[in-house]
């Protein structure tokens, strides 16, 4: 019995780390479908806002230019919304999300328009994983880029 003493501890020890990297990928796993689930949620509510002003008067159609000079400041309104979460806003609703990942399209000639934003995703631990010379040099990205369009009428 007594060669037995102290094994659990060493298996412990042997296993801590792998135990460990499960835990923390699975939390960050979760934490970018959050953000992704937070993206799409905050792209749809812009959009809905952008189809309600993009048009100033409801019985024509988009303008040909649409800019801010021709709606009203209602591109930068919605990259405001978006962003911010409402307008003159100055903290991003995510982390590293600003105006200039926001892109907005419109097809005059069906009245429709389309939001995207490329936002690109980091992990809390770094960008970069190191390869701890296994085989490889150098070190991988961790960091992906997610991108979400939307599609409206504008009514």
Known sequence: MKKTKGVAAVEFTIMLPMLLLLIFSTGEIGRALFQYSQLTRIV?????Y?????????????PAPLNDETC????SNTKDILVYGYIGGSVPLLYGLSTSDVTIIAIP???SLTISVDYDWTP???????????????????SFNMSVSYTVKAI
Not at 124 to 142: A, I, P
């Open 72 to 75: 009203q400041n209602c591109i």
């Open 50 to 62: 952008l189809s309600t002003t993009a048009i100033q008067n409801t019985t024509q159609s988009l």
């Open 109 to 111: 000639s069906t009245d």
């Open 44 to 48: 749809r509510d812009a959009g809905r």
């Open 124 to 142: 809390l631990f770094g960008e970069r994983m190191s390869h701890f010379s296994l085989g490889r040099k150098g070190s991988s990205d961790l």
